[in-house]
């Protein structure tokens, strides 16, 4: 069996750099607390906590304490509550993404022009929470339905999530454009160029194989969007957290298997599915 590696995976620079300054922070500072999930990969978070970094899922019950030190996650959060966690006295450290910044500053860009503010994304999402907290009227789109619930009266201004599939946020655009025909639509393409980069390499990597394994975390939106391109591309896809998720019944008459990672997967972790995807492949052919 042959394994072959998308030509682009595994963590961005948003992520390495977020990563990075809580580490630093704990070392420098003493115990850091992270508000929100800065990482969606539990080998990461592993890591983190045993240089000192706690993490803090649920930021609404947080009580953020004056004098401590805090770590915004790559995520980003709304004005609102970073003005509100800077009224504490704690030190808050902002590892923002710079190409999620993009995306608020085009939001609060529309908004200033009087457009009511649109973001395709998952609702409930901490990146598009952050992104809507600002404005109480926004309008989240995950699905052609959620379109019904945008305002008739005003012209749109339209931004994603940085995580989303281009061709599925394009799709949402359209359907907008075909729905409400008379209404002002402005749109500004706020999803990333590492999860372009990874998307477009997804699609050469399996017009080669015939199976795709995602190495990423259970809860990170973009390594299951990596796992329904694969799908919607018609080649098997199994999303894993490390080699331990590995089933040898999914290489049964397989020749060529995919490897690709969501953008919170350090290299160990990739490196050791690909080990275990080796020994599968050894124990498979000897058990033939």
């Known amino acids: 069996m042959i394994i072959k590696r998308a030509r682009v995976y595994g963590m961005c620079f948003g992520v390495r750099d977020a990563i990075a300054l809580a580490g630093q922070v704990a070392a420098q500072s003493g115990p850091v607390t992270v508000l ?47 003005e509100v966690w800077s009224q504490t006295g704690a030190t808050l450290h902002d590892t923002t993404c710079p190409l999620v910044q993009k995306a608020h500053h085009r939001l609060r860009e529309f908004v200033a022009m009087g457009l009511h503010p649109v973001v395709i994304g998952k609702a409930g999402h901490v990146e598009v929470l952050g992104l809507t907290g600002d404005y109480r009227e926004a309008t989240v789109i995950e699905t052609e339905s959620d379109i019904a619930k945008l305002p008739p009266e005003r012209g749109l ?44 390499a997804l699609r050469e990597l399996c017009a080669e194989v015939e199976a795709v394994i995602v190495v990423g975390g259970r809860e990170s939106n973009n390594t299951r969007q990596l796992v329904l391109a694969a799908q919607s591309y018609g080649v098997r896809a199994y999303s894993v957290e490390g080699p331990h998720d590995l089933h040898a019944e999914w290489l049964i008459n397989v020749a060529r298997v995919g490897l690709t990672a969501g953008t919170s997967t350090p290299d160990a972790v990739i490196d050791a599915v690909e080990q275990a995807l080796m020994q599968l492949s050894a124990h498979t052919r000897l058990a033939a």
């Open 36 to 82: 929100g999930q800065l990482v969606h990969n539990p080998d990461v978070l592993q890591s983190l906590r045993e240089q000192g970094v706690d993490v803090a899922e649920n930021i609404n019950t947080v009580r953020v304490e004056p004098g401590t030190h805090y770590v915004i996650t790559a995520h980003g959060i709304s004005d609102a509550q970073r």
């Open 157 to 200: 201004g339209v931004v994603s999530q940085t995580t989303q599939p281009i061709e599925r946020v394009r799709d949402l655009v359209l359907c907008i454009r075909l729905l409400r025909p008379t209404q002002a639509l402005f749109f500004a393409d706020t999803v990333c160029q590492p999860t372009k980069d990874r998307q477009n």
